[in-house]
């Protein structure tokens, strides 16, 4: 999505905790992001917004990308899963970015359908 993105995630062990996973993947996405950006020089208007939330965050030193926190639900069962799973899939067509959830480029949905996407996904359920 263009404001956002879902997960579906777990830990490979518990010495891992899912909010050090998430910290981390927001740090290391928020300099290659704002690195690729500047890089680009055409994102100056989007850059200055980070760059304003990044002042306002004692945090931060230069940019905020994303915001703080984030919202687990935890998955228990088969049937959990593939509710959230559609959900996300649904997420694009429901914004109405595209019609069918395989034409999201950046989504799971083509993975299932053995379409190859941008990203790559791991099905381990």
């Known amino acids: 999505m263009p404001s956002h993105i879902h997960v579906i995630a777990k830990s490979s062990n518990e010495k891992n905790k899912l909010s050090e996973i998430m910290r981390d993947l927001k740090k290391f996405t928020s300099v290659q992001i704002t690195r690729k950006?500047?890089?680009?020089?055409?994102?100056?208007?989007?850059?200055?917004?980070?760059?304003?939330?990044?002042?306002?965050?004692?945090?931060?030193?230069?940019?905020?990308?994303?915001?703080?926190?984030?919202?687990?639900?935890?998955?228990?069962?088969?049937?959990?899963?593939?509710?959230?799973?559609?959900?996300?899939?649904?997420?694009?067509?429901?914004?109405?970015?595209?019609?069918?959830?395989?034409?999201?480029?950046?989504?799971?949905a083509r993975d299932y359908e053995d379409i190859k996407g941008l990203i790559k996904v791991i099905i381990d359920w």
């Open 37 to 108: 950006m500047e890089s680009e020089g055409f994102y100056v208007k989007e850059l200055s917004v980070f760059k304003f939330y990044g002042l306002k965050s004692s945090r931060n030193i230069n940019y905020k990308v994303w915001q703080d926190g984030f919202y687990p639900k935890e998955i228990f069962s088969n049937s959990i899963f593939k509710q959230k799973k559609n959900y996300i899939h649904n997420n694009p067509v429901d914004a109405g970015i595209v019609k069918s959830q395989t034409d999201y480029l950046y989504s799971s």
